[in-house]
Nanobody, 122 residues
């Protein structure tokens, strides 16, 4: 069983918007902290946003700060990433992860989804 499942990726023109979702298949996979990463070919996996689920404390990192926002619905065990003003450099596979704290390193995450691809054309 896949612990986390992302959805909402696709192809969009620059300046457009997408909303990604991440659903935990069981409560055990719904972390104290839920995090979004992205990875483009030849690059390391990059943390872009995280949220402490109980306290509803979001954090959005450069270079998406001001364009992306993160939210969650604890009852649905679902996390969202609203992506606005998309740019070609935002093209990547987007992954969600869960852990006991909002770590920056992907190596400290406990559970992962398979990813959803986002492609932004000029």
């Amino acid at each position: 069983q896949t612990p986390l499942v992302e959805s909402g990726g696709g192809s969009v023109e620059g300046g457009g918007s997408l909303r990604l979702s991440c659903v935990a298949s069981e409560s055990a996979y719904w972390g104290v902290c839920m995090t979004w990463y992205r990875q483009s070919p030849g690059s390391e996996r990059q943390k872009i946003a995280s949220i402490y689920t109980k306290q509803n404390l979001p954090r959005v990192l450069w270079p998406v700060e001001g364009r992306f926002s993160i939210s969650r619905d604890n009852a649905k065990k679902t996390m969202y990433l609203q992506m606005n003003s998309l740019r070609p450099e935002d093209s990547a596979i987007y992954y969600c992860a869960s852990a006991g704290s909002c770590y920056d390193s992907p190596h400290l995450q406990e559970f992962w989804g398979p990813g959803t691809e986002v492609s932004v054309s000029p």
